[in-house]
């Protein structure tokens, strides 16, 4: 194989991963900060809550972009109308300005702002978070009694975030095993909306349709 073949298709499977990753709505990874995207397959939200869930972040991103380009590292997940913030910023002014033009935006239930005021983190502090990410995934990924494809793991500066629509006992097994899997895990925030049993039942035979769970 020639070098120019070999730079040919190393160009072609970055552009690739970059279409993946685009249609996947990932942009928190190549932002800076780690998040799992939930799969389709699995996933308890309805399809209009996916949907709903998709513009809200392509529509926060555009407006970080064009209102924050500067003195700030702020990465966006969303999860069941429920919006999570986090990364860094130079003033809490700039944290507060964020906080206030995310909650104004239109089909958003709540805002978490786990944003940080200090300096912007570093190449090396985003890579070791990706490797915690890839870790903890495995871990959720190999426990049973987990429902990995209906969750969102986020990781920044060694704080694992879980968002999804679990049980309380599925809630509590996610928590156990991703604080167990590194021990430089600095804490773990269950962002869960809880539902009952009779509920999951519903959802995983389809009985739901359209209508949401209701939140508790």
Known sequence: MNMKRIRNEVILSFFCGLLVCSLSGCFALVAGGVAETAL??????????????????????SMLLQNFPENAHVNVNVYNQKVLLTGEVTTQKLKDQVQSNVAAIKNIRTVVNEIQVGPLSSMSARLSDSSLFTLVKAKLIATTDVPSNSMKIIVE????????????LEAKASATVTSKSSNSIQQVVKLFDIITEDEKQKLIN???NEKAPTVR
């Open 40 to 61: 389709v397959v699995g996933d308890r939200r309805p399809v209009s809550v996916v949907t709903i869930d998709r513009g809200l972040q392509i529509q926060i991103d």
């Open 157 to 168: 500066a060694g704080s694992v975030y879980l968002m999804g629509i679990t049980t309380e």
């Open 206 to 208: 389809g009985a739901a």
